[in-house]
């Protein structure tokens, strides 16, 4: 089960985190776990640059490591890059050193002040660690989650995901996996499509 809404009592819980971005003109902030890697990284750089959108990456460590060259593409094309973790660890099943230590070596690779903890779940006590470990570090969270990863949700559903829930100043979740790739594949030109028409522009995390 998840929430593609994220509702207000969990922002409110978690003040600390950034759930979305406050500013004034129309403008959505599009951000893309997992990567990167081959076939579908490029695919999502490509619609990106048919809309002159900017987004955020947040990078799996090992998944720089392995696919170099496509991580200095996503640089090149001028995105946010986000912090993910070496090896996508889950916060609540994670001893806190462990944690840390998987963040930093991460970090010696990324050089970002930005990091969104794999599947939205981190304790308060990694919380604390992290930003006292690096100052000035921004916990990513998101305001509406497409839902991508679901192999059991419909491409159109992901595309409704979206559309329906979307407003200015919102962080939209889609991954850049081969998992979730058929219904991303599917939604985000469709949704950068409407978006734009309706007037809006897309811009990285550069908080």
């Avoid at 081959?38 to 090992?62: H, M, R, S």
């Avoid at 993910?84 to 970002?112: A, P, R, V």
Wanted: aromatic share 12%.
């Amino acid at each position: 089960m998840y929430l593609v809404k994220t509702p207000w009592l969990l922002k409110k819980l978690y003040p600390k985190l950034i759930w979305n971005v406050k500013q004034s003109s129309r403008c959505i902030y599009l951000t893309f776990d997992d990567g990167p890697i081959p076939i579908v990284t490029p695919f999502v750089l490509n619609i990106l640059k048919q809309y002159n959108a900017k987004a955020t990456f947040f990078c799996i460590g090992d998944n720089v490591r392995k696919h170099p060259d496509i991580f200095e593409e996503v640089k090149k094309d001028g995105h946010a890059i986000g912090n993910h973790t070496y090896n996508h660890l889950k916060g609540w099943k994670t001893e806190d050193n462990t944690y840390l230590e998987n963040f930093t070596k991460t970090d010696n690779l990324l050089h970002t002040d930005l990091f969104r903890p794999p599947y939205g779940r981190i304790k308060r006590s990694q919380v604390k660690l992290l930003k006292k470990a690096k100052p000035g570090l921004e916990i990513i969270m998101w305001t509406v989650l497409s839902g991508d990863f679901d192999i059991n949700l419909k491409p159109e559903k992901c595309l409704g995901n979206v559309l329906k829930n979307t407003s200015s100043g919102d962080i939209v979740l889609f991954h850049d996996s081969l998992k979730a790739y058929e219904r991303m594949e599917y939604a985000l030109p469709r949704a950068m499509e409407y978006w734009s028409k309706e007037g809006y522009e897309f811009k990285g995390l550069n908080i």
